[in-house]
């Protein structure tokens, strides 16, 4: 392969969100970087239980709309969303979408600040963090959570093997903790790879050696990822 080959953006993200974020890449740096998308998570939707009329649903990521959408939710009820992304989501899917714009902590400070009446439904994938339900309940809320989506692993592809052991940068943006730790898990013997973190707690969980060389974004948003891959390719 020659000296100049342009870098490779791996992208381990399940299929819909690689593809959606592959899309913005392609947009963004044209012939700077081609990518890969090997996803390591795969999205099940799960049964939900019944929502009462006058409760709010809370939302940490997009896929937890899509589980209420698919069982056919009630539209029009509020929704309480950690970003914009998963707002959108919401939105689109005939709810009243309000974005906490950041991470669990904007999202909790949101719901408190907001104060609703009714009894509050954080919908979730079977691995979640920050603890909202938690927080939300011992600040008085009437809430409850619920798993509306398994995140299956799945193994590194063999062509993502590959790329990794071969003499091409690879740079593998990583959006979650439990999606550094699914990689660092599989990286084969005598593999490269510069990681990008959405936040802290990702590049936290990596391994020390992948750490080192890992940056992370300024804020847990797509763009700003954007904007992080952006200094990576650059000269």
């Known amino acids: ?32 970087a081609e990518i890969l998308i090997a996803p390591m998570q795969e999205i099940v939707l799960r049964d939900l239980p019944p ?60 719901i408190r600040r907001d104060t609703p009446d009714g009894p509050l439904i954080h919908l979730h994938g079977t691995h979640v963090r920050g603890e909202i339900a938690e927080q939300l309940g011992a600040a008085g809320f009437n809430v409850a959570g619920h798993v509306a989506y398994d995140q299956r692993s799945l193994s590194l592809t063999e062509e993502a093997r590959g790329a990794l052991t071969g003499p091409r940068r690879v740079i593998v943006p990583l959006f979650s903790p439990r999606s550094a730790a ?10 490269t790879a510069e990681p990008i973190c959405i936040s802290v707690a990702t590049k936290a969980a990596l391994p020390l050696a992948l750490q080192s060389g890992a940056g992370v974004a300024n804020a847990p948003t797509g763009a700003a990822m954007l904007k992080a891959l952006a200094r990576q390719l650059s000269p």
């Open 1 to 32: 392969m020659p000296d100049n080959a342009a870098p490779l953006i791996l992208l381990t993200r399940p299929i819909a969100q690689a593809e959606r974020f592959a899309d913005l890449c392609r947009d963004a740096f044209a012939e700077k």
């Open 182 to 191: 699914l990689f660092a898990a599989e990286l084969p013997d005598g593999a």
């Open 51 to 110: 929502v009462p009329p006058n409760a709010a649903l809370i939302f940490t990521s997009e896929n937890g709309v899509r589980a209420y959408q698919a069982a056919g939710g009630q539209a029009g009820l509020t929704a309480y969303c950690v970003g914009d992304r998963t707002a959108r989501v919401a939105a689109e899917a005939g709810l009243q979408a309000l974005s906490a714009g950041g991470a669990a902590g904007d999202l909790v400070e949101l």
